[in-house]
C-alpha cells in the first residue's frame, strides 16, 4: 500500500512539474475540486498506463529498441505522456504547434519522472535471490515461432532495459549527497535490512550482473578472469560470479532430473540431498549415493536458461551487429565475431552430453600426470541437463592459507598446475578453457590437482600449436622478429597491414621487457601489449588461439596468487622443454613416422585413377593427332652438353637417392611389424634405419645443392 502511495505521489508531482515548466501546456482542473485532486487523478492514470501499457509497448516494439541502441525509449515516453493526457479524467490543452509541446512534454516528464523514482528509490533493484523459473518462459518456448524465437527475445528486451535502468539510478544517485536518503526510502518502502543503497560500487555491479541472468554472469566471469588488472575491491566481488550464486529450489531439480533420465531421482540414486552443495550460474550441483555406495555429486541445469540465454545471445548479436555496422572500432575489434564465438561456447556448455565427453578425453591426455585428476562421470546417469561424477574433495587451487595449513607446497601446486595447462594447449590442442579458480580444486591429502566443468574446452591444431609455442620461445630468448614472424602466420588483417612497421614495434616491446630482471617477465604483460600492437597494425588472431592465450591468462593468474615470485616465462619455458622430452620418445615418433606414411600411402592411391585417366586423355589426343608439341631448338646443343654433364656428375648420386627413397618408406611401413628377431623387436631396427636413411638422404641432398650452384656459377 506504501509503494502504490508512493508513486502516484510521484506521479502526479512529476506531471505537475512538467505542466508548470512548459508555457505551452494548460491544464484544465477538474470542476468544483482542487487542484491537488486533479494531479492525484494525473498520478494515477500515469502509474495505471506505466503499469499496463508500457510493457506492451516495449514488448512489441523491442526491435526497433535495439536497433536505435535504447534512443526509442524516449519515443515512448511521449507517446505515453500523450496518452495520459487523452485518457485523465480532466483536459490538458496545448499551443501551437501542438506536436512540439506534446515532444517537450513527454522528454521533459520522462527525465523528472527518473529523476525522482531514482531518489525516492521507488525502481529500487532487489535481488530476491529467488530463482525459480517463471512459467511463461516454458510456455513461450514450446510456440511455434521458427528458428528464432522472437516473443523470447521481446520479452528479454524488456526485462533487461527495465533492470539497467533501475541499476542505472542506484549507481548515479549513489555518487551524490542524496545517497542517504534513497537508503532510508528503500527500508522503509521494501522493509530490508540489507537494500543496495547500502553496497559499494563493485558489489551492485556484480548483483546488477546476478540479476541480469547467467548470460551476463558469463560475461562478469570472464571479466574477473583477468583479475590482475582489476582493483582488489572489484576482483574480491567479480570474483563471487564463480560460484556465489543463490539457489533454485529442489523442485525445479527433482523436475529436471526426472524429465531428463526418465525417472525420478529417489529411483536413481540411493540417496540424494536437496540442499544443494554448490551453485553457480548455469546449474547447481547435489551430493548423492549410487546404490553401490559411491559418492557422486550431481550436477542439474538451471531450470529453462537453455531458453533465456538463447534470446540474450541473440539480442546482443543483433546489438552487436547494429554496432559494428556503425562503428569503425568496433568492426576493427569484430566484436560480432567475438561475441559469435562466446555465444557458441556457452551454447555448447549448456549440453552436458558435450561436457560428459569432454571429461572422459582431458582424463585421458592427463593420465601421464599423476600430480592431476579429473573426476570420473557416469554416462548412463547423464543427459543434456544433468550430469553425474565422482564426489571429490578439495579447496579451490588459490586458499592459499589452507595449502598452507595443509602442509602443500604451493610452489610444486603452482608449476604442476601450469605443466598440466601448457600439455593440454601446445601437446595436446585439447584444453580447459575456463580454469579459474571456482574450477580447480586441490586434494590436501594427496596434493594433486583437480579439474572440474568441462563444459568450455578449447581445440587447436598442429599449425597453432607450434606458433603458440613459437610464441612462448620468442617470449623467453627475447627474439622480437621471431615474435612479429610467428605472430603474422596466423592471423588475419582486417585492413592494409605494415609487416615492417609491426615488426619494429614488437621489437621495441621486447626490448622494454628485456630491461627488466626474468622474475619480472610474466605472459599476460607482453601478451596484452602484443594483442594492442596487433590491433593498431590491423591484424586479428584467430579465435582458437584466442581461447588459449584466455586460458594461460586465467592459469597464469592462479600461478601468481599460488606462488607469486615464480619467473613464469622461464618456468613456462622450462615446462616446455620437459614436455618435448617427454613427447619426442621411440614410441610417439614411430606413432608420427607410421601415421604420416600412411597419409602419404593413401593420398597416392587415392590420385591414381586421376593420374591413369590423365595419362589416357594424352594417349587418346596423340593417337586422334591433336597433340601438338611446340619445341624452341635454338640453343639445343649448348643445353644438352650441359644437361649431359649434370647426369653423368650426379647419376650416382640419383640412384643413391631413389634407393633411400624406397629405404625410407619401406622402415616406416616396417614400423607396423610386431614380430622379433635375436629378441630385438623389428620396428625398432626400421625406426633406426628410418632415422639412419634420413640422415644419408639430407647429406646426399645438400651433395646436388652444392654440385648444381657449382654448375651455375661455373656457367656464369
Not at 649448348?638 to 624406397?662: F, H, Q, Y
Request: glycine fraction near 6%; hydrophobic fraction near 45%; include cysteine.
Amino acid at each position: 500500500m506504501l509503494y502504490f502511495v508512493l508513486r502516484v505521489l510521484v506521479n502526479a508531482l512529476a506531471v505537475a512539474l512538467t505542466i508548470s515548466l512548459m508555457p505551452g501546456i494548460h491544464l484544465s482542473p477538474l470542476r468544483g475540486e482542487p487542484l491537488a485532486v486533479t494531479y492525484l487523478s494525473f498520478g494515477i492514470t500515469l502509474g495505471l498506463v506505466n503499469a499496463l501499457i508500457r510493457p506492451v509497448v516495449v514488448f512489441f516494439t523491442a526491435r526497433i529498441l535495439v536497433w536505435s541502441l535504447g534512443l526509442f525509449a524516449v519515443v515512448i515516453n511521449i507517446m505515453l505522456f500523450a496518452l495520459v493526457g487523452l485518457i485523465a479524467p480532466t483536459a490538458i490543452h496545448y499551443d501551437e504547434p501542438v506536436l512540439l509541446w506534446v515532444i517537450m512534454g513527454g522528454f521533459v516528464m520522462s527525465i523528472i519522472s527518473l529523476i525522482m523514482t531514482g531518489v525516492s528509490g521507488l525502481d529500487s533493484p532487489i535481488f530476491e535471490g529467488n530463482l525459480r523459473s517463471k512459467w511463461y518462459w516454458r510456455w513461450l518456448n514450446r510456440l511455434p515461432t521458427g528458428r528464432r524465437n522472437w516473443l523470447v527475445e521481446n520479452l528479454r528486451v524488456y526485462f533487461i532495459l527495465r533492470i539497467l535502468i533501475s541499476y542505472t539510478e542506484e549507481i548515479i544517485v549513489g555518487f551524490t549527497p542524496l545517497a542517504p536518503f534513497r537508503s532510508f526510502m528503500q527500508r522503509t518502502i521494501y522493509g530490508l535490512p540489507d537494500v543496495p543503497g547500502d553496497k559499494t560500487l563493485p558489489a551492485k555491479i556484480r548483483v546488477l550482473l546476478q540479476d541480469l541472468g547467467p548470460t551476463f554472469v558469463k560475461f562478469g566471469q570472464v571479466v574477473s578472469s583477468r583479475s590482475e588488472e582489476l582493483a582488489p575491491e572489484w576482483r574480491t566481488e567479480l570474483n563471487k560470479l564463480q560460484s556465489n550464486v543463490p539457489p533454485f529450489p529442489y523442485d525445479e531439480a527433482r523436475r529436471i532430473i526426472t524429465h531428463e533420465l526418465k525417472k525420478p531421482p529417489e529411483i536413481l540414486y540411493a540417496t540424494i540431498q536437496e540442499v544443494p552443495f554448490a551453485a553457480a550460474s548455469t546449474a547447481q550441483v547435489h551430493k548423492a549415493t549410487l546404490h553401490d555406495g559411491t559418492l557422486v555429486i550431481v550436477k542439474v541445469q538451471r531450470p529453462d536458461i537453455d531458453i533465456t540465454m538463447k534470446g540474450d545471445l541473440n539480442v546482443l548479436r543483433d546489438l552487436a551487429d547494429i554496432i559494428q555496422r556503425r562503428q569503425e572500432w568496433a568492426s576493427e575489434m569484430d566484436i560480432k565475431g567475438l561475441l559469435d564465438d562466446f555465444a557458441a561456447n556457452v551454447l555448447l556448455e549448456l549440453n552436458y552430453n558435450n561436457e560428459t565427453y569432454n571429461a572422459r578425453q582431458l582424463a585421458y591426455n592427463m593420465r601421464q600426470l599423476p600430480s592431476v585428476h579429473v573426476p570420473a562421470v557416469y554416462p548412463e546417469l547423464c543427459a543434456a541437463r544433468v550430469m553425474t561424477q565422482e564426489f571429490v574433495r578439495g579447496v579451490k587451487i588459490t586458499a592459499v592459507d589452507k595449502l598452507d595449513a595443509a602442509g602443500v607446497a604451493r610452489d610444486y601446486i603452482a608449476t604442476e598446475f601450469l605443466r598440466a595447462m601448457l600439455k593440454q594447449v601446445l601437446f595436446d590442442g585439447f584444453f580447459h578453457a575456463d580454469p579459474h579458480p571456482g574450477n580447480i580444486l586441490v586434494d590436501l591429502e594427496k596434493s594433486q590437482i583437480i579439474f572440474l566443468d568441462m563444459g568450455l574446452m578449447g581445440n587447436m591444431t598442429q599449425e597453432q600449436r607450434l606458433v603458440l609455442a613459437d610464441i612462448i620461445w620468442s617470449l623467453h630468448e627475447r627474439d622480437g622478429q621471431g615474435l612479429a614472424t610467428a605472430v603474422m602466420g596466423l592471423s588475419t588483417s582486417f585492413k592494409k597491414v605494415d609487416e615492417r612497421a609491426f615488426t619494429r614495434d614488437i621489437e621495441r616491446m621486447i626490448k622494454r621487457y628485456s630491461m627488466f630482471a626474468d622474475d619480472q617477465m610474466n605472459l599476460s604483460g607482453p601478451m596484452q601489449d602484443l594483442t594492442d600492437a596487433m590491433r593498431n597494425a590491423g591484424l586479428r588472431l584467430d579465435p582458437s588461439l584466442t581461447l588459449a592465450l584466455k586460458a594461460l591468462f586465467q592459469a597464469e593468474q592462479v600461478v601468481h596468487e599460488l606462488d607469486p615470485g615464480l619467473p613464469l616465462i622461464n618456468v613456462a619455458f622450462k615446462e616446455l622443454k620437459g614436455l618435448f622430452r617427454e613427447q619426442l620418445n621411440t614410441t610417439n615418433l614411430t606413432e608420427t613416422v607410421r601415421t604420416h606414411a600412411m597419409r602419404t600411402a593413401k593420398q597416392i592411391v587415392r590420385r591414381l585413377p586421376d593420374l591413369a585417366n590423365a595419362t589416357t586423355k594424352w594417349l587418346d589426343q596423340y593417337e586422334s593427332g591433336k597433340l601438338s608439341v611446340h619445341l624452341d631448338l635454338g640453343d639445343l646443343n649448348d643445353e644438352m652438353e650441359r644437361i649431359e654433364k649434370s647426369v653423368n656428375r650426379n647419376i650416382t648420386l640419383l640412384a643413391l637417392t631413389l634407393l633411400l627413397v624406397g629405404l625410407l618408406i619401406g622402415s616406416a611401413i616396417a614400423t607396423n611389424l610386431t614380430s622379433q628377431w635375436g629378441g630385438i623387436q623389428l620396428s625398432s631396427i626400421a625406426f633406426f634405419l628410418f632415422l639412419g636413411g634420413a640422415v644419408i638422404a639430407t647429406a646426399i641432398g645438400l651433395r646436388i645443392v652444392w654440385s648444381v650452384w657449382n654448375s651455375f656459377s661455373s656457367d656464369k
